[in-house]
């Protein structure tokens, strides 16, 4: 059975993708996914986030600096993909993934790239009134701390705790949740707790497949959406509305 579903954050412009991109767009439209949203991370994938979205009408696009994008370029670089994702915000949806990643970043020196690359984010999130998609990962409290000014934002892939993620609930934002649900029993522990008016689904395709050893897709979304709904004891068709609702609610679609 399929639902209308929304995939939140996923990259269906990166090269896994280059032999079937079509195809998988088609598959997702065929499982109940009615709409993406496709996430840039730098320069070349804000530009092809774009083309995307002009291309597709059910594709929303959200231009980002990804926190290992900003700790491993160079300061001209980060200022060329700032300047870049200003220019053109008027036809994107919101403005991410942005944030910090201190599980795969170790050095001091790094860590404070990814701050300053991130507070130029926020101000441009806070002077454009644009949805603020996070990438945290163990810096969650953090990232928290830093935009608690921001009217929308969304944690992408939240994998936090319980205690941090009702933090971000109680201000407003909003949780979105992966296909890690599908084998995750953290994951599975946060949807018990996460209220179903905050929560959003996602694939992060091609990552975080529900199938070992397969690319995730959007059509894989389906996979989460039963998952959830066995978890809470309730119909999947009222998941996928719920958080397509959300999903609206959040990037003004």
Do not use: W
Request: hydrophobic share 35%.
């Amino acid at each position: 059975m399929s639902y209308n579903i929304i995939d939140s954050h996923c990259h269906l412009d990166f090269k896994k993708f280059n032999k079937d991109r079509e195809e998988a767009i088609e598959r997702a439209n065929l499982n109940g996914v009615t709409e993406l949203i496709n996430s840039g991370i730098d320069y070349k994938t804000n530009e092809s986030s774009l083309k995307l979205s002009d291309k597709y009408p059910n594709i929303h696009a959200t231009l980002g600096l990804s926190p290992m994008v900003a700790s491993n370029s160079e300061d001209d670089v980060v200022d060329d993909i700032l300047s870049h994702i200003e220019q053109n915000l008027e036809t994107a949806v919101g403005i991410g993934e942005a944030g910090m990643d201190f599980y795969h970043c170790k050095n001091e020196s790094e860590k404070d790239d990814q701050l300053q690359a991130f507070k130029n984010v926020v101000e441009l999130a806070d002077s454009f009134d644009k949805t603020l998609v996070i990438h945290g990962r163990d810096a969650e409290d953090k990232l928290l701390n830093l935009v608690q000014h921001l009217d929308n934002v969304v944690f992408h892939c939240y994998s936090g705790s319980i205690e941090t993620m009702k933090k971000i609930t109680g201000m407003g934002y909003y949780i979105s949740i992966a296909t890690l649900v599908c084998f995750s029993k953290h994951h599975q522990s946060l949807v018990r707790e996460l209220p179903i008016d905050k929560m959003l689904l996602e694939t992060d395709s091609p990552y975080l497949s529900p199938y070992r050893g397969k690319r995730n897709e959007p059509a894989f979304i389906v996979n989460s959406v039963d998952k959830i709904a066995n978890i809470l004891n309730t119909d999947a068709s009222y998941i996928a509305s719920k958080t397509a609702k959300n999903t609206h609610r959040v990037f003004g679609l």
